[in-house]
Structure formats: C-alpha cells, structure tokens
C-alpha cells in the first residue's frame, strides 16, 4: 500500500488550501487515517485523524479551520485547511493512525505567508 500526498503550495495567511492523499490499496480496510505535519528537525505531530465510522479528532490549533474527509469509493483522504496562519507551514504527510514508518511517502509542502 502506498500513500501519495499533494495539494499544497504557497498561500497567504488567512487563505485556504485542499490536501488530498491517494492510497494506492482500499482505504475501507483503514480503519484509522490521519493527517500528519512536520517542520525541520522535529518529529511528525497529528493533526487531524478519522475513523471508519466518520468520528473525527483535531489538533486543538486547527480545531474549527481544519477538515479531515474520506472518500472510501475513490480511496482519498482530504484535508479543508482555512484560515491558514503562518505557523501551519509545514510538510503535510497521510498516514495510518498509528503510522506506519514504510507509509509516509514525501509528503506536501504547504507554506502560509504572513
């Protein structure tokens, strides 16, 4: 199974950007995905997970500007980032939830001017 992130790019603060995550395997078998990001020299943070049920959870800084979605029939995970700020730069990765180390792919790189 592989998982290919894209969608990011340069945005100004406050804009909007849509990542998507392209699993090469069935994602109805995944129970839990999520949306990971990481910044240079620190480890990967979770930012946003879903079940297969549809219950979400959110990294309480993105709470309420940031929507994670499945789409099982197409195998595609997304993520809704609003009212980006700044410190959202990062490199966006999809993954399991817990990850798997073969699974994280090169990622996005999505970077927020102020």
């Known amino acids: 199974v592989q998982l290919q992130a894209s969608g990011g790019g340069f945005v100004q603060a406050g804009g909007s950007q849509t990542l998507s995550c392209q699993v090469s395997?069935?994602?109805?078998?995944?129970?839990?995905m999520g949306w990971y990001r990481q910044v240079p020299g620190r480890q990967h943070e979770l930012v946003a997970r879903?079940?297969?049920?549809?219950?979400?959870y959110y990294l309480p800084s993105v709470k309420g500007r940031f929507t994670i979605s499945r789409v099982n029939a197409n195998n595609t995970l997304y993520l809704q980032m609003d009212s980006l700020r700044p410190e959202d730069t990062a490199r966006y990765y999809c993954n399991n939830v817990p990850p798997v180390d073969v699974r994280w792919g090169k990622g996005t790189q999505v970077t927020v001017s102020s």
């Open positions: 395997g069935s994602i109805s078998s995944m129970n839990v």
């Open positions: 879903i079940l297969s049920s549809g219950t979400t």
